[in-house]
């Protein structure tokens, strides 16, 4: 992009001297651009993670929505970019359902058309920048810098969260600060920002590039944004150093996670019969307990991979085939865990509520849980019932409405049918894993266990382990079971990716049995180790170390994520106000 060019260009507001138009403004040179910032930050995540590119991966974006004349055309480029940015990284979710896919890619990329008219107000032909970005005066400078640093990076982090957490809870998936988790000692600083503090940073340096850029690589402009972005970069790698360097972990339990590796089809079935499945997990984990005779504390299976195990369901189908097969799997179990010595905690359906529909027993609460079986061979009474649900995956919304029958079309086959309920956020079970071999040792370690994509939700995670009245953590370790088994190719790195801020925020270690992988541990400083690589099957053990400290985002949550949303619509609001006021002016005049 020609830099004079462009500024000529922009202050003219017209189009008389085709001739005179920077390539970069034609409508193929802003789809090459846009499609450079795609390419980019697709590299940057998760499998690639090509770190530094998200550094710069913005600057195309924000010099497109800039060079555009009007609001329309801003939003259009900026929600057609994030289209192709999510299919570009998302596209795995044609395997369950293309014409969803493509719907959710188009609502997502809403978001984008948002954030492309901020960066118009800050960057447009009649904005604040252009006025003064040559100023002398030191407050114009000031303001000039202000808005497309500070503003855009704020309005874009929250937006992210926004995204992230309304509208049938969000979809966190592919933010700014999620590509540095190869990076770790900037990750760190979300155990008192959360992830959305990485982001902000990322945004900072994505705009300070973008506006030396536009104003013709002359510092004037920046002056205030380059030395105050230069600062937080300093602090956040100085904070992750520290932090990461602090030697406080205590010995935790040995956990084996057990990876089988079933594909999972569009339409709920498993890549194998339920007798399969079991005789797999059994086989594996009992010849694994006896290699490793006294040492492993834990067993974790992956989600849904057992059948309903609670006591109604199979209260109501015994005398059954399959009610025998669900008695036989639970006394396995129970055997198992009594023999080894060793806790289990499985993923499987609960089934409750049974009423006689058309002469025949049918469950009216269908969960996703996960079961814990003590190592002294006993069924613990407690469970954990998934809160998040998934839409569209495990419940459709609008049903009984019109838009239900509308949109039942995109989701995969035989949707109409599939409904399961969410647990009570306010009752996150806590498993205990107490350790009992030697007596003058005994122990005791809380277990949470976020189910599948509740790993990615930040703020359930932090109040399943956020301190309760006694000033300690509700939890010690998570455990996500896992089926990405819908799903294919980056998607499990990119959940990987994302699970990783998890143990940053709330310093705990995490375990993750996953059906088609990625299993294995992070520790509490966002180091993975141990792991099984996707589409292969096996089991890994690993010794957790168990991290006492209590982060600011445990104790508060998203508190800065707030503070963003609050500026960022604070500052539109003003804006809306000073417009009608000057078109009541002009209109009094």
């Given at each position: ?7 000529e ?6 189009d ?9 403004t ?12 795609v390419?980019l ?5 998760a ?14 974006w924000l ?7 009007s ?10 970019s994030?289209?192709a ?13 293309f014409?969803?896919m ?16 901020v ?15 040559g ?19 704020t ?6 969260f ?28 979300a ?15 994505n ?14 402009p920046?002056?205030i ?10 602090f956040?790698?100085?904070y ?18 057990v990876?089988?590796?079933y ?23 009992e ?11 834990l ?10 195990l609670?006591f109604?369901a199979?209260n ?11 008695d036989a799997?639970v ?5 198992t865990?009594?023999?080894?010595q060793?806790g ?9 509520d ?6 025949y ?28 649900i998934v ?9 009984g ?18 409904q ?5 956020e ?29 790993d ?29 088994g ?30 088609t992988?990625?299993?294995g541990?992070?520790d ?33 949550g998203?508190?800065?994520?707030w ?8 500052e ?11 078109r009541?002016?002009?209109k009094?005049?």
């Open positions: 992009m020609k830099t004079a060019d462009s500024i260009y922009r202050r003219s507001g017209r008389e001297n085709n001739a005179r138009r920077p390539w970069s034609r409508w193929y040179g802003r789809s090459l651009l846009l499609l450079l910032s390419a930050l697709t590299l940057a995540y499998p690639m993670n090509l770190v530094p590119l998200a550094w710069i991966g913005l600057v195309p010099l497109v929505i800039a060079s555009c004349q609001y329309k055309s801003a939003i259009f480029w900026g929600w057609a994030g289209t940015f999510f299919i570009a990284n998302m596209w795995w979710m044609a395997y369950v359902t014409p969803g493509v719907g959710l890619m188009a609502i997502l990329a809403a978001y984008w058309g948002v954030m492309a008219a960066v118009f107000r800050c960057w447009g032909p009649n904005s604040e920048f252009w006025r003064h970005s100023a002398s005066s030191s407050a114009d400078r000031i303001r000039s810098a202000r808005a497309p640093v500070f503003i855009i990076a309005a874009w982090t929250a937006l992210e926004i995204r992230g957490n309304f509208i049938w809870k969000g979809l966190p998936w592919l933010y700014l600060g999620h590509t540095q988790s190869p990076l770790l000692p900037v990750c760190q600083i155990d008192v920002l959360g992830v959305y503090g990485i982001t902000f940073w990322i945004a900072m340096i705009a300070t590039v973008a506006a030396w850029w536009l104003s013709g690589f002359r510092l004037a920046i002056r944004a380059l030395p105050v972005t230069s600062l937080l970069t300093i956040v790698l100085l992750g150093v520290w932090r990461m360097k602090q030697t406080v972990l205590q010995p935790g339990p040995t956990v084996m996670v990876q089988p590796n594909p999972q089809s569009n339409t709920g079935e498993k890549g194998a019969e339920q007798i399969e499945i079991n005789n797999f997990h059994f086989k594996t984990t010849a694994a307990l006896t290699s490793h005779p006294n040492q492993i504390d067993v974790v299976w992956s989600e849904t991979i057992m059948p309903p609670n109604q199979r109501v189908l015994r005398g059954s085939e399959f009610g025998q097969f669900i799997t006394q396995r179990l129970l055997g865990a009594g023999v080894f060793v289990i905690i499985t993923g499987g359906r609960y089934e409750g049974w009423k006689v529909v058309n002469e027993w049918r469950p009216l609460d269908s969960r996703n849980a996960a079961y814990f079986f003590e190592r002294s061979g006993l069924m613990s009474e407690l469970r954990y019932d998934k809160v998040h839409p569209f995956g495990e419940f459709m919304p609008f049903r409405t019109w838009i239900f029958d509308l949109i039942k079309k995109l989701g995969p086959p035989d949707m109409d049918a599939y399961l309920n969410g647990g009570d306010n009752s996150l079970t806590v498993f205990p894993l107490r350790r009992t071999r030697d007596v003058m040792d005994l122990e005791t370690w809380r277990i949470v266990t976020p189910i599948c994509f509740e990615i939700d930040s703020g359930l995670t932090a109040k399943m382990v956020r301190p309760g009245a006694d000033g300690l953590k509700r939890a010690d370790i998570l455990v996500n079971l896992t089926n990405d819908w799903f294919k190719a980056n998607e499990m790195s990119q959940h990987l990716q994302v699970a990783i801020f998890r143990s940053i925020e709330n310093r705990v270690p995490t375990a993750r049995s996953v059906n992988g990625i299993s541990f992070i509490s400083v966002g180091r993975t180790h141990d792991l099984i690589a996707a589409g292969t099957e096996g089991v890994s053990i690993a010794k957790l170390g168990i991290d006492p400290r209590i982060t600011f985002y445990t104790r508060f998203d508190v800065f994520a503070i963003c949303v609050s500026v960022a619509g604070s539109m609001l003003l804006k809306m106000i000073s417009r009608a006021a000057t009541a002016k002009q009094a005049n």
